[in-house]
């Protein structure tokens, strides 16, 4: 049975590892907002906890096994793909992933953006082990993508690039307020130390602005890799440029 901690609309977070959801938990928290959690047994305790299940990829039955109450906001978190690369790479260096994907460590850029990828699935609520295996990382963006765009109730769904969440927070958070209830001067920006680039939100802001990070660690081979793996037309419904870059982010409709 799931749980929400107010009474206002409950927000579902959802987003890959790497994409900002431990930071958008932390703002929605501090905001007042109610955030959806599902009962579980930890599998190393025994003791019944409560989890979100946010780095899940929207299969076609993860809503019916999940069941997430029927108002709930899913507020998607994306990053572009060469971004979300990286961070992925800094965090399977500092031993900080979970779950499968963890096989991952070790590897350097050019092997990590072909490596086959393998993430806990949904299904694992009703079939213990169950995973979900893409080709490679770019496989798995698309995967994630196209579960967020054709697998969620549309009119409540809420896409948040995480390049342009750091840029304008205000342009970000003001939308899932007005959504779930709550009155946007509500809203507190988390701004911890533990951010993955930088030790603070300006920092962040800083480097996500700037295209060149996100392609000056990668060979061409690789880039070239990448974008003809991603689906395009996904990538321009989550608020970018068809080639990833971040200059013109915009908002998804």
């Not at 850029?109 to 082990?129: K, N, W, Y």
């Not at 196209?146 to 750091?166: M, N, S």
């Amino acid at each position: 049975m799931g749980h929400a901690s107010t009474a206002k609309v409950p927000a579902i977070i959802l987003g890959a590892y790497g994409t900002g959801t431990n930071w958008m938990v932390a703002t929605l928290r501090k905001s007042g907002v109610s955030l959806y959690s599902k009962a579980g047994i930890d599998r190393d305790t025994g003791e019944l906890v409560r989890h979100f299940f946010k780095h899940y990829v929207i299969e076609p039955d993860t809503l019916e096994i999940l069941r997430p109450p029927s108002n709930a906001l899913f507020v998607c978190l994306v990053k572009s793909p060469l971004f979300w690369i990286l961070s992925l790479e800094r965090m399977l260096s500092a031993n900080r992933m979970q779950g499968p994907m963890r096989k991952l460590c070790g590897l350097g850029l050019s092997s990590l953006v072909r490596a086959p990828a393998t993430m806990v699935s949904a299904r694992r609520e009703i079939t213990d082990g169950a995973t979900l295996n893409a080709t490679d990382l770019p496989d798995l963006w698309n995967r994630y993508a196209a579960g967020y765009l054709r697998r969620l109730p549309r009119e409540r769904t809420h896409i948040v690039p995480y390049e342009l969440a750091v840029r304008d927070p205000d342009a970000c958070f003001h939308p899932i307020l007005d959504r779930v209830g709550i009155a946007r001067e509500a809203l507190v920006i988390h701004t911890e130390r533990r951010m993955k680039i930088g030790h603070d939100l300006a920092e962040a802001r800083a480097y996500y602005a700037d295209d060149r990070n996100r392609l000056a660690p990668f060979a061409e081979a690789d880039i070239d890799f990448v974008q003809q793996r991603i689906d395009g037309d996904l990538l321009t419904a989550m608020g970018y440029e068809p080639d990833g870059s971040t200059r013109t982010i915009r908002q998804p409709a």
